[in-house]
Each structure stands twice: as C-alpha cells, then as structure tokens.
C-alpha cells in the first residue's frame, strides 16, 4: 500500500490526499511535522519537504503537482484533469495561482515568527495572496456556480479549495469570504464533498525554531 508523508495543515499534502480518495486509491496516512529534526522527509526527498508518496518498493514520489501528476498517470481514474489541451493549461494555470498563493502564505507565517519581521516583506507576500485570491474569484465568477474549468470537478478545484481553506489557518485576517462572494460559495461547495470533508486542514504545534 502507499504511504503519505503529510502534515495537519499543508495545502500541498491535503491537494494529494484529496486526489487519492477522489481516485479510491487506499493510502496509509503518516502524520509529521515537516519543520522538525526527526522529520522522514530527507529519507525520501533531497528537498526535505512534504507531501512524499512512499511507494511500496520504499521509493519516494515529492511535490504535491509532480504526485498529481504521477496519479494521473498511474491511476487515470476518474481522471482530474480536463479532455482538452486548452482545459488541462486553464486547469494547471489555477494550480500555478493557488500554489503561489500557499507559498506567499509559508513565507508571511515564518516572516512573522522573526524577532524583527521586516514589514516590505510581509506586504510583498500580501500582495501575491491578494491578487492570487482575486484572480481565482474571476474564475469562479465566470464559472457561475460549477467547477472551474469545463464543468468538471477536477485539479482546479482541488488546488483552489486546499489554498483558500489554507488561508483560514494560517492567514485568516484576510477575509477574502466578504470580498468575493461567488469564491466563497465555490469554496463552502468543495469543502462539503466527503474528500474535502475527510481532509480539514487543521493547524500544528511547531516546538523547534526554524527560523
Ligand atoms: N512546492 C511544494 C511545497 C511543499 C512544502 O512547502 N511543504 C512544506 C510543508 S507545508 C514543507 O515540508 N516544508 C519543510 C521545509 O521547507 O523545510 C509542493 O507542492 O509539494
């Protein structure tokens, strides 16, 4: 069976779970806190980080769009991305959005745990949550109450649900909710589907200093 190295509250490790109980792929799910010294993750990844798909050969599979991508290959069904070209780039360009989005949010959370945190900095990654959050609410206005690209549940969703629940953990001063009525009722929708439900990103006592 596979194993996945996952942490409580990661945006990337929960856009893997959610596709492998989207695709009935059984997994057995193994907790850590990726920031702390008795990590596994640099037995599996040379970059240290998680999600980790551990193969049953003891084989790591890293980086949430690369294990996305490897699903899809592995386990085609259902599949998550859309039929066309045109809807698998639209689908892969809300991927690249949503996990900028994430990666803006890592970068303000440690910011903010520095002795002097430096304001630029903290309003440079606002800036990349903001405008990612607004270019996913021209999506989800322009899907008018489905999915995001083609009808279809699929990667689009998941990346843009994982980011926008993310927020509520770790950035929740930003109520993007109030600003972007049609993103949050995409969001409340995807957070009601059982994968989503299963996977509530919850937050994680960090006790070691990591920055
Ligand atoms: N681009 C990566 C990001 C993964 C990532 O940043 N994971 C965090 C946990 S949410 C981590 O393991 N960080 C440990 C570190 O950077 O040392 C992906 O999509 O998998």
Known sequence: MYQLISATPSPYA????IA?????????LRTEVPWHGDTATPAYNPLQKLPVLVLPSGAGIYESRFILEWLEVKHPE????PDTKEDVLAA???EVIADGICDAVVLLFFERQREAPSEPWIARQRRKVEGGVRALAERAEAADGGFLVAGRFGLAD???GT???YLAVRFAEFDW???YPALAAMSARLESRPSFAATTP???AITEKVV
Do not use: C, S
């Open 177 to 179: 909710a109030a600003e």
């Open 20 to 28: 492998l109980i989207e695709k009935g792929i059984p997994f057995e």
């Open 78 to 81: 259902p599949p998550l991305l």
């Open 14 to 17: 929960r856009k893997v779970r």
């Open 158 to 160: 998941i990346a843009a």
């Open 163 to 165: 980011a926008l629940r």
């Open 202 to 204: 919850v937050p994680q």
């Open 92 to 94: 892969r360009q809300v």
